[in-house]
């Protein structure tokens, strides 16, 4: 029987999330080893697994892979949650890339200053249901289906998902006006590996706190101020 | 025979100049207007630049030939997109920005990028990045170079293996008809495409580097 995956990356969020989401909603069992000490950090850079000194790493199916987007490809294609062709491929590149963009406004998030979160967190909230949200409802309502692509469960219903809940932790009702948004969060949460996901006692991450924050800052001596978006 | 790709950006670099040269390495004609990344190909309007980019490599067999190809060529390709990344806000800084944003870049190529690239041409002695044959992450990592060396025109001093990857590149037929004049590849951006990104974009606040 194949190893589990093993994820290198901190106690929380960031950019190793999606990739929890994704390898929970394939039911496929995973390790963690978390970066804790800024002495455990440089024995894996001098150890050179880390391709471009950078976490997140995933080692699987021998690999040792760094890049977000590489991990993320690569456990979609494997599980088959990227679409049947190129052009399912493509659509669901497309809306990847539309929740990844939203989402990646929220990355410094836990670094920012008292005042910035507040105007970083309107900033948010804004793109959400003005730009990203209504593109999304629009593709649910132009072909019908219960999912974004290929009339099937794929990688990109698992990120908008993982989108939707993590703006809805900025603005409870974030998908009012959204209807057919809030039908797919109902749908894709009551998946079986999904609802594990979201249960508690999962790898899932909570919200990073300032515990986190202090991890990531003495790990990387990423002393300098996070300014937003 | 299929109608050409149609782009949508701006008149210059940016985001859009990676997909130019995806689709010049594969022979394949472009026209272009003028949005943001947006491109008409195969009855679809595809926008952000990754989805666009995936799927003209494997379109056009440039993806490696499984999903662990196509997992190495995702991870050398996201490391010269971070360091190009790193390139894209530059023409919009101001004069002082620009002269430190040049070297925080240079060093990163020179600590980080190249030393990783150059490691992994010598560790398999191949020709191409991934599996003996020309793919993207070969013609991403060639526009990356050749970026650099418009910063510093050594950039690749004391990475002979990555000299050789050039010049190698740089010589395939499709690639070299790319980098002569004519050709639909986009110079430094000046300050005409600063002016016109923000007057169309509405675009006026200060941009900071990285």
């Known amino acids: 029987m194949a190893a589990k995956p093993v994820l290198y990356y901190f106690n ?58 590489a991990i993320l490809n690569y456990i979609a294609g494997k599980y088959n949650l990227y679409g049947k062709d190129l052009k399912e491929r493509a659509l669901i590149d497309m809306y990847v890339g539309g929740t990844d963009d939203l989402m990646g406004f929220l990355l410094s998030f836990p670094f920012l200053s008292a005042e910035d979160k507040v105007k970083q967190c309107a900033f948010v909230v804004e793109k959400a249901t003005s730009r990203y949200f209504p593109a999304y409802e629009k593709v649910l309502k132009d072909h019908g289906q219960d999912f974004l692509v290929g009339n099937r469960l794929s990688w990109a219903d698992i990120h908008l998902l993982e989108a939707i809940l993590m703006l809805e932790e900025k603005k409870s009702d974030a998908l009012s006006g959204f209807p057919l948004l809030q039908a797919f969060k109902k749908r894709i949460s009551s998946i079986p590996t999904i609802k594990k996901f979201l249960a508690p006692g999962s790898k899932r991450k909570p919200i990073s706190d300032d515990k986190y924050v202090e991890t990531v800052r003495r790990v990387l001596r990423m002393y300098y101020d996070v300014k937003p978006h």
């Not at 190793?16 to 390898?23: K, T, Y």
């Not at 455990?40 to 697994?49: N, V």
Request: avoid cysteine.
């Open 12 to 69: 929380g969020r960031g950019k190793m999330e999606s990739i929890r989401w994704l390898l929970a909603a394939a039911g496929v069992e995973f390790e963690e080893v978390f970066l804790e000490t800024r002495e455990q950090y440089e024995k894996l850079l001098q150890s050179g697994i880390l391709m471009f000194q950078q976490v997140p790493m995933v080692e699987i199916d021998g690999m040792k892979l760094v890049q977000t987007r």
